[in-house]
């Protein structure tokens, strides 16, 4: 991405109606959802403590969860493969596919392969790869990439929708989403007689008993792994947990958080390919575990970044994300959990930018299910490798020296008061000097501070008891 | 525990913040005023400049941490530090501890005045456990006309967003109207502002939205930096809406304000 895309790329969203309608429409929806899935349960906040402390306990001993769960799998005739980067994610997907002589990929949705692009990977290789999640589907469709982690298209409404199903598919223009659904859904289940490949990410592979855990509410997923000889699938290193027990917290919490649901239509437990007398499953299974800088972030101080679920509650809750969308972030995860996972995965980006595009609301740190601070990490990112350019930042600094004197404050309260108030009229600035320039270049004027200021009237006051 | 000349009142020092200082000094006098009156000791060191959060926010910890330590010495002998501001508060209270590791005295001591430190409508209700009716206040549904509330989110922590709204608005004469979404927030993060200002505007836009569909006329704001952003787009817009901290408006019915000045 180009220097400086970022605010352009966010300016130019801000700009676009009907993508805002369509993103207060869809995430305060969400949410409001949300809210109410969470009350259901009875005590959320030690739910959340607890979900937080098993991820902690992962992520801290993680090489040893990762040799059980290598050994769990391969017991139950899984095959385990480790990726270090991206490149070698895609170089073992694209050599199982070569192995088994596989043609068409069906594939669940998983942000997980949008961060390696294993599609494009693929089709490099000639297989042909479809999404089958309806919102996947849309987004392959129509050549863009998800802006949302759980609702890759909530940035389109029906209409937009319609446009491509008409574009691609042939489809008549309609208003009716279940006509729109049915043509997908045709499409899709030629695919699925077809594929000879099922590729996936996953939510959660359990430690103990080697199962991919995979939730989603479309029942596709269904087909990708269970009618392909052949099923890859690609997780974090991040994605472990302990025990059976344990994956219970986490269930309880993912789909309430993602779309307010108790659980989700699907919720599979994948253990090991198919068995002598099992009617369907893959041959063969294969599990990818990527780190892709993953290990790297254990290391810093906002390693609790890695107790993500991807439930993108948080982007629902965000405003800035309902200002502007995911797209605009130019990332593959969007949203404040995109803030900081974005910078950390790829700390060559230049993406210091994202961690400052945030007023630290904490609506995110509000509804995190594992309780990530994500507003603490934007500040401890802000601190470190996103800082403010240059020159802000000295300015700041000479600041922060002049406020420790109470003589220089009132000196500067004065001259800006001044200042200001020589550029008023009625009360009120319609163009402020530098450098607060860009608060009247928005739609907002700037007060004028009154002539006398609090510690003038106090004194005043005090003055005048004696 | 009521009237000024009640002088067993706990001792409170007063954090005006810079912004209440320099661009809403009517809420400051309100706010003492309104103590006073409820029989706190008000002091209000003149060495107080700014509190650090800008500089903690902007990712200077250092720099924050220096501003936060000048405030044991300025209030040695409070029994609470109070502020009109969640922001401030906020930082003293919630964030400190995470720039104060080192264990020295003097980071000792500002720990423990974290401990005592509020925001206005928290010190209210959590310590001094005044409501308008203790007071013999009877709710009144005249006065300000509509009136709605809009969540600060820096009180994120201190006070959630229900019981702060139904906190002030407990307080205020008028019809309350609901404010959808008044628990976002309105776009100002202070450097944010003006480092992301389409993305400011457009969280501004939809609270004015939202503030619009409300009807309300009066606005009760208790944060300087949304007044700011909030103030600053009604009056582009050409909307007369009243921005008030709970603050002014208690002290009015309480008749200890300040004149309304400039």
Not at chain 1, 94 to 123: F, H, Q, Y
Not at chain 1, 195 to 209: K, M, P, R, Y
Not at chain 1, 326 to 351: E, N
Not at chain 1, 398 to 424: C, D, E, N, T
Request: a neutral charge.
């Amino acid at each position: 991405m180009a220097r400086d895309s970022f605010r352009e790329r966010a300016a130019a969203a801000t700009h676009d109606k009907r993508l805002r309608a369509a993103l207060y429409s869809a995430t305060t929806g969400i949410d409001a959802r949300r809210r109410k899935a969470w009350a259901e349960l009875e005590d959320v906040e030690a739910l959340r403590e607890q979900a937080a402390s098993i991820k902690d306990r992962v992520l801290g001993d993680l090489d040893r969860y990762l040799d059980q769960v290598t050994e769990s799998l391969e017991r139950v005739g899984a095959r385990v493969h480790r990726a270090r980067t991206r490149e070698e994610a895609t170089e073992i997907v694209v050599r199982i596919a070569r192995e088994e002589g596989c043609r068409l990929a069906a594939k669940g949705k998983s942000m997980t392969t949008e961060e390696i692009d294993l599609n494009s990977a693929l089709e490099a290789a000639g297989v042909e790869v479809v999404e089958t999640d309806l919102g996947e589907y849309v987004i392959q469709l129509a050549g863009e990439k998800p802006s949302h982690i759980t609702a890759p298209i909530v940035h389109k409404d029906l209409a937009a929708v319609s446009e491509i199903f008409e574009k691609r598919l042939g489809v008549p223009r309609t208003d009716d989403p279940r006509v729109l659904v049915e043509a997908a859904r045709e499409a899709l289940r030629d695919v699925y007689r077809r594929c000879d490949l099922g590729i996936t990410g996953a939510n959660f592979v359990v430690a103990e008993s080697g199962s991919v855990v995979i939730v989603m509410n479309e029942g596709n997923g269904r087909f990708c792994t269970s009618l392909p000889p052949t099923h890859v699938v690609l997780a974090g290193i991040e994605k472990l947990v302990p025990t059976l027990e344990d994956l219970a917290v986490f269930l309880r919490l993912l789909a309430r958080s993602a779309t307010g649901q108790r659980i989700t239509t699907d919720t599979l437990l994948l253990t090991g390919p198919r068995r002598v007398g099992d009617a369907d499953g893959p041959r063969s299974l294969h599990v990818v575990f990527l780190d892709a800088g993953r290990s790297r972030i254990l290391a810093t101080d906002q390693s609790s970044i890695l107790r993500c679920i991807r439930c993108g509650a948080c982007l629902n809750v965000c405003p800035v994300y309902r200002s502007i969308g995911g797209h605009a972030y130019g990332t593959v995860y969007p949203g404040p959990v995109g803030k900081v996972l974005a910078p950390l995965l790829d700390p060559d980006g230049d993406l210091g930018a994202l961690p400052r595009a945030s007023t630290l609301c904490r609506a995110c740190a509000d509804v995190c299910p594992v309780k990530i601070d994500l507003p603490e990490l934007l500040v401890s990112l802000r601190a470190s490798t996103a800082r403010l350019p240059w020159l802000r930042c000295q300015g700041l600094r000479a600041a922060a020296l002049a406020l420790r004197s109470p003589a220089l404050y009132v000196w500067l309260q004065r001259a800006i008061r001044g200042r200001l108030r020589r550029r008023a009229r009625n009360g009120w600035i319609d163009s402020a000097p530098w450098p607060l320039a860009p608060w009247t270049r928005a739609e907002r004027d700037l007060r004028a501070p009154p002539s006398r200021s609090f510690r003038d009237l106090w004194r005043e006051r005090e003055g005048g008891k004696r | 525990m009521t009237g000024a000349a009640a002088t067993g009142g706990p001792r409170v020092g007063f954090l005006v913040t810079c912004l209440v200082d320099t661009f809403y000094p009517r809420v400051g006098m309100a706010a003492a005023a309104v103590l006073e009156h409820l029989g706190c000791r008000v002091v209000f060191p003149e060495g107080q400049t700014c509190c650090g959060q800008p500089f903690y926010t902007a990712g200077l910890p250092d720099e924050a941490r220096a501003l936060l330590l000048r405030l044991p010495d300025l209030f040695p002998e409070v029994d609470h530090v109070v502020s009109p501001s969640g922001s401030c508060a906020s930082l003293i209270r919630l964030h400190a501890r995470h720039l104060c590791t080192r264990g020295t005295e003097v980071e000792k001591r500002l720990l423990s005045l974290a401990e005592r430190t509020w925001e206005f409508t928290a010190f209210l209700r959590d310590v001094l456990g005044v409501t308008p009716k203790s007071l013999g206040l009877s709710p009144e549904e005249k006065g300000e006309g509509e009136i709605t509330y809009h969540y600060p989110c820096h009180l994120r922590g201190l006070l959630d967003a229900e019981s702060a709204r139904s906190t002030c608005l407990d307080w205020v004469q008028g019809a309350r109207v609901a404010l959808d979404r008044f628990d976002q927030c309105c776009g100002f993060g202070g450097v944010f502002s003006v480092e992301s200002p389409e993305i400011s505007q457009a969280m501004l836009e939809d609270k004015l939205g939202c503030l619009q569909r409300s009807g309300a006329r009066t606005l009760v704001c208790n944060e300087g930096g949304c007044a700011l952003q909030i103030g600053g787009g009604l009056n582009r817009a050409g909307r007369p809406v009243r921005i008030a901290h709970v603050a002014e408006l208690i002290a009015e019915r309480l008749g200890v304000a300040p004149e309304r000045g400039e």
